[in-house]
């Protein structure tokens, strides 16, 4: 499989999730693609492995298995509907349902998932030392890895969320079917390289929104809604 013609790609790996996949992301930081699909289930690959078989879950995601070469875990992101959009951020990732809200889970590949593997060469000199050479590369896990922790639940869009935005380290910029795209701050979802300002620690929190933006409203408007939305 591939692209044909001159200078065809080759088709690097590829995942199979059960349920029609509706949105990806990847984190470059981790090496992680999420997935999200049509039951509501987000998956976690690692980027760097492909896999031509099938999960081996019962077909709902129902808890991190990474039975299937290459995934790191799924979980039912949301219950009750599909997970229709999904950003990576530093720490984890965010996915938006079908229904509205958004949830912030934290998550990181763990040390072990991305175990080092050794090949040492070497080679005798004519003048009798050795000169040995290495390399070294990532190894997917072996066993299942466990599922991130939600964090924060942002509440305030009616309709499917199906944009998703973490550029800014500090806000989260969402777009959905009740034709409103919302700014917030951005859940924290890492320890590392932010002050404590940034969004929210442990637990499940209503995130606040900064600016609900519609039609015809100008950027920096405030949308009057305080923290959880309407």
């Given at each position: 499989?591939?692209?044909?013609?001159?200078?065809?790609?080759r088709?690097?790996?590829?995942?199979?999730?059960?349920?029609?996949?509706?949105?990806l992301?990847l984190?470059?930081?981790?090496?992680?693609?999420?997935?999200?699909?049509?039951n509501?289930?987000?998956?976690?690959?690692?980027?760097?492995?492909?896999?031509?078989?099938?999960?081996?879950?019962d077909?709902?995601?129902?808890?991190?298995?990474?039975?299937?070469?290459?995934?790191?875990?799924?979980?039912?992101?949301?219950?009750?509907?599909?997970t229709?959009s999904?950003?990576?951020?530093?720490?984890?990732?965010?996915?938006g349902?079908?229904?509205?809200?958004?949830?912030?889970?934290?998550?990181r590949?763990?040390?072990?998932?991305a175990?080092?593997?050794?090949?040492?060469?070497?080679?005798?000199?004519?003048?009798?030392?050795?000169?040995?050479?290495?390399?070294?590369?990532?190894?997917?896990?072996?066993?299942?890895?466990?599922?991130?922790?939600?964090?924060?639940?942002?509440?305030?869009?009616?309709?499917?969320?199906?944009?998703?935005?973490?550029?800014?380290?500090?806000?989260?910029?969402?777009g959905?079917?009740?034709?409103?795209?919302?700014?917030?701050?951005?859940p924290?979802?890492?320890?590392?390289?932010?002050?404590?300002?940034?969004?929210?620690?442990?637990?499940?929190d209503?995130?606040?929104?900064?600016?609900?933006?519609?039609?015809?409203?100008?950027?920096?408007?405030?949308?009057?809604?305080?923290?959880?939305?309407?």
């Open positions: 499989e591939g692209v044909e013609g001159p200078g065809a790609l088709l690097a790996g590829k995942w199979a999730t059960g349920q029609p996949a509706l949105c992301a984190s470059d930081e981790d090496r992680v693609v999420y997935v999200g699909t049509a509501g289930t987000a998956f976690a690959f690692d980027a760097g492995e492909g896999s031509n078989g099938g999960s081996d879950d077909g709902r995601g129902n808890g991190g298995t990474g039975g299937t070469s290459g995934e790191l875990c799924h979980w039912v992101a949301h219950d009750g509907g599909a229709r999904v950003a990576a951020s530093a720490g984890g990732c965010v996915t349902s079908s229904t509205g809200p958004i949830l912030a889970w934290r998550w590949r763990p040390p072990t998932a175990a080092a593997a050794y090949q040492i060469k070497a080679e005798f000199e004519s003048d009798g030392s050795i000169e040995a050479t290495s390399r070294a590369w990532l190894r997917p896990p072996t066993r299942p890895l466990r599922p991130p922790a939600l964090i924060s639940k942002l509440l305030g869009h009616t309709q499917a969320c199906v944009a998703l935005s973490t550029g800014n380290p500090a806000h989260l910029v969402s959905a079917h009740d034709g409103t795209v919302r700014v917030w701050d951005m924290r979802l890492s320890s590392r390289g932010r002050g404590a300002g940034y969004g929210f620690g442990y637990g499940v209503s995130a606040g929104v900064i600016d609900d933006l519609h039609p015809g409203t100008a950027a920096g408007t405030r949308g009057g809604e305080g923290g959880g939305g309407g």
